[in-house]
């Protein structure tokens, strides 16, 4: 009695996250729920998750996240430098968008997305508090059992958080409620509705091997200026969070524009001294406009990231002509 006592007292240590939504939560006269129904029910969830692990049904730790952020999409042009509306990036006869790394190609299948969305992807992934292992089908959110990341025991891990949509709206800089409210949860929907597709080739180079992916499963509880929210991660996503992941400095990107953004975020994944040519880079990042203002829009990013003082040196080399422009940075 006193060892499961010791581990039920652990448990509720380390576990700060939720596992189901509870039918209702209370309303205050207006509506809206004030915070202490929001925050007894956050508790609830959190009493949940303690009781499924006494349960066995799956194994808690606590995570202190940092800017890690999968260094996979940094280096893949799904979120767009664009308002909603604008994309003219061409899509296949599935209305899937496809891409080209060097660990292999791909396509994304959902609605499309921009840097707004990419921001709110940093975001959860800045308030991941649980990381949880057991079988796929014991998750807060049951998961196939066929999954790209398992261990020999057939087991997944998944990061998994519980936050208010004013959690993440602070963290974007967005005034909460009204119309703030509703474009951040039509971010986060959007994000639980796309599927990434990825093939690799195999080591012996005569075929190769897929899967498919989502970045995160969601449930939401809405009131009139308010959401409570689960979020979890897949099995792959909490497996780069943990072990292929680049830092993507918030404070800095907080300081740019959608196309800083864009940049930054892939020259994080880069050497610190490197260099690439602008077209290609503007490819990389999916720069909807024209080259002409791509460029304007790369030298005041420079520009800006050298005030900060993110990068030590910049310059572009080559006419844009005879010798294509090529970027060369140091920080």
Sequence with gaps: MQGLQKRAAHARKVCDEAVSLPDEIPDSAGGQPSQKPVRLSIEQFQRNLVDRELDGRFESCSIRPGSEFPTFLTRIPIFLPTKRGRNKQPLDVDNALTFTTSWGRGRKHGPPLTVYDEDTLISLARLRKTRLQGQAHHMPIPLSAVQPSRNANNDIAVHVLTCTLSDIQSLCDDSTGGTNMQLRLASLKRLGATVIELDRQTKDKIGYRGTQFKFLDIAWDVYDKEAVLIIQFSPLMAAWFE?????????????????????????????????????????????????????????????????????????????????????????
């Design 243 to 331: 072990h292929e992941y680049t830092f993507v400095d918030w404070t800095v990107r907080r300081e740019l524009s959608d196309t800083g953004k864009a940049l930054h975020r892939f020259l994080c994944s880069q050497p610190k001294h490197y260099s690439i040519h602008a077209v290609k880079l503007q490819q990389t990042i999916g720069y909807q406009r024209s080259y002409k203002y791509f460029m304007n829009d790369l030298r005041a990013t420079l520009n800006r990231l050298a005030e900060i003082g993110w990068l030590e040196h910049w310059e572009i080399n080559g006419t844009g002509r005879k010798q294509p422009h090529k970027l060369v940075i140091s920080r």
